[in-house]
């Protein structure tokens, strides 16, 4: 499916974001595509996973739900478009529970080796208006929360090999 629908559509506002890891792009890839790793940093600080069936291959549907400190329930599902490991993977994003929008929008993932780590960007576009671009801004606590899990993983790697 390369190729299928990638891109933001011109006009449309999208959210962009780039980090460095010092991590490879194998690994930073398996913790967005592995349900059980993904349950471990991924989302807004503080919201509970409630359902996360993410079988990461081009054509399968994917659904998630979130439950948030407020109790508030927000659950969205889509289709993976590309998954080519290590370095890329896109997916449709559609909210169908929640207090947002359920207009379809396109997460698109780019992962880059680079200065001995790895260069994520991401691209979540084709939201309908700034306003709901804005309220995905859980993108950036969860590129935070990757960054400490990263850390944590690696030292917990050193400790048990004895260093």
């Known amino acids: 499916m390369t190729g299928a629908l990638q891109g933001p ?21 398996r913790a967005f595509t592995d349900p059980v790793l993904l349950r471990q940093w991924w989302g807004p600080r503080d919201f509970v996973f409630e359902e996360l069936d993410f079988p990461a291959r081009e054509g399968a549907s994917y659904r ?36 947002l929008d359920g207009a379809e929008t396109l997460v698109e993932l780019s992962l880059t080796a680079e200065r001995g780590g790895v260069t994520v960007a991401l691209c ?14 859980g993108w ?8 400490t ?11 048990s090999a004895g260093a």
């Open 149 to 159: 899990w990263l850390a944590e993983r690696a030292s917990r790697f050193r400790e």
């Open 64 to 99: 998630v739900r979130l439950r948030a400190p407020d109790g508030t329930r927000f659950e969205h599902v889509g289709v993976f478009l590309e998954v080519s490991p290590p370095n890329t993977l896109t997916y449709t994003w559609r909210w169908i529970a929640g207090p």
């Open 140 to 147: 950036r606590q969860s590129f935070d929360q990757l960054e």
């Open 124 to 137: 979540h576009s084709r939201f309908a208006n700034q306003a709901e671009c804005d309220r995905h801004d």
């Open 9 to 29: 559509w011109d006009g449309t506002p999208a959210l962009r974001l780039k980090r460095w890891y010092p991590a490879t792009c194998e690994a930073v890839f």
